[in-house]
């Protein structure tokens, strides 16, 4: 089974600010198939990212996703305050498709 | 548009059993693999099990295997997981979700609640 270890934990900004999100994957991800959805209180989560850098529909450009192997990341460029949520990572290129534990992101 | 309706949470004793069910409209279901992904209260998301399209292939997290079983009824449009032997840390809002053709969860429902409580 793949773990995915996201850092940091919590990620404390302002609006406007850039955030930077890491996700590492214990063993390379097959095909980097790196998903990361976003997640507010009392909903569902949502899709942003898919195959590492991919944007899903609907999604603002502001978001974007790299890294390849075992490192990923999530951008995201000027933080709004709709973007103050939990990220969460997952692998999805093989099974079982393993989470991330999330990063929290934070009104400073 | 998507529309993905859990139902079948409550409150269960240990050792009980449950069956969710996840009600699809919005899309060709036979065409797409579905997955139940669950989440504690105040804790991350855990797949749990996805099966392909037709049914026909299924795969289960180390922590729900043997105890539980995902299936789906094509012709009512409906995702199944049944729930045996159940445990405390079960507990958690149960989501289902349509898998995108690379696999990534791109609907998702609202989710629904089992507690198991004695």
């Known amino acids: 089974e793949i773990v995915l270890t996201q850092s940091p934990g919590t990620l404390s900004l302002s609006p406007g600010e850039r955030a930077t999100l890491s996700c590492r994957a214990s063993q390379s991800v097959t095909n980097n198939y790196i998903a990361w959805y976003q997640q507010t209180p009392g909903q569902a989560p949502r899709l942003l990212i898919y195959?590492?850098?991919s944007r899903a529909t609907g999604i603002s450009d502001r978001f974007s996703g790299s890294g390849s192997g075992t490192d990923f990341t999530l951008t995201i460029s000027r933080l709004e305050p709709e973007d103050f949520a939990v990220y969460y990572c997952?692998?999805?290129?093989?099974?079982?498709?393993?989470f991330g534990q999330g990063t929290k992101v934070e009104f400073k | 548009e998507v529309q993905l309706l859990e139902s079948g949470g409550g409150l269960v004793q240990p050792g009980g059993s449950l069956r969710l069910s996840c009600v699809a409209s919005g899309f060709t279901f036979y065409s797409y693999a579905m997955s139940w992904v669950r989440q504690a209260p105040g804790k991350g998301l855990e797949w749990v099990s996805d099966i392909s399209g037709s049914g026909d292939y299924t795969n289960y997290a180390d922590s729900v295997k043997g105890r539980v079983t995902i299936s789906r009824d094509n012709s009512k449009n409906t995702l199944y997981l049944q729930m045996n032997s159940l445990r405390v840390d079960d507990t958690a809002v149960y989501y289902c979700?349509?898998?995108?053709?690379?696999?990534?969860?791109?609907?998702w429902g609202q989710g629904t609640l089992v507690i198991v409580s004695s």
């Open positions: 195959g590492a850098s």
């Open positions: 979700a349509k898998e995108a053709p690379m696999t990534e969860l791109d609907d």
């Open positions: 997952q692998q999805h290129g093989s099974s079982p498709r393993t």
